[in-house]
Nanobody, 121 residues
C-alpha cells in the first residue's frame, strides 16, 4: 500500500503565504504524478497543481503566478508554495499521486486525508 502524509495547512490573512507538504511512502516503484486538489464547501474538488514524472507541471488558471509546485524525488515529497493568498483559496487541500507499486501490475491513484487552508482577515 501507499500512504500520503500532508502538512502545512492553517489560517492566514489575505496576501499571506503557506507551504503545503505531502510525503508518499510505501511500496512505490515509480511516481507518475504528484499534485494537489482542493475542495471548498459546496463545490466540487478541483485540480490546483500537479507535477509529472518528467518534471513538467500543470496549474489551475486561478493559481498561476501565485502558487508553485515542486518535488523532492529523493524524499518522494511534493510541495505547494502558495503566495498572495486570497479568501477564495479557502478549501481543504488534498494531495494526490499516481504510482506503480512493487510486485503489482498497473498504476494506482491515492489521496491524502486533506489539510485545511483558510484565508481570512
Amino acid at each position: 500500500q501507499v500512504q500520503l502524509e500532508e502538512s502545512g495547512g492553517g489560517l492566514v490573512r489575505p496576501g499571506g503565504s503557506l507551504r503545503l507538504s505531502c510525503a508518499a511512502s510505501g511500496s512505490i516503484v515509480t511516481i507518475y504524478t504528484m499534485g494537489w486538489y482542493r475542495q471548498a464547501p459546496g463545490k466540487q474538488r478541483e485540480l490546483v497543481a500537479e507535477m509529472f514524472v518528467d518534471g513538467s507541471t500543470n496549474y489551475a488558471n486561478s493559481v498561476k503566478g501565485r502558487f508553485t509546485i515542486s518535488r523532492d524525488n529523493a524524499k518522494n515529497t511534493v510541495y505547494l508554495q502558495m503566495n498572495s493568498l486570497k479568501p477564495e483559496d479557502t478549501a481543504v487541500y488534498y494531495c494526490n499521486t499516481v504510482v506503480s507499486r512493487t510486485g503489482v501490475a498497473g498504476n494506482y491513484n491515492y489521496w491524502g486525508q486533506g489539510t485545511q487552508v483558510s484565508v481570512s482577515s
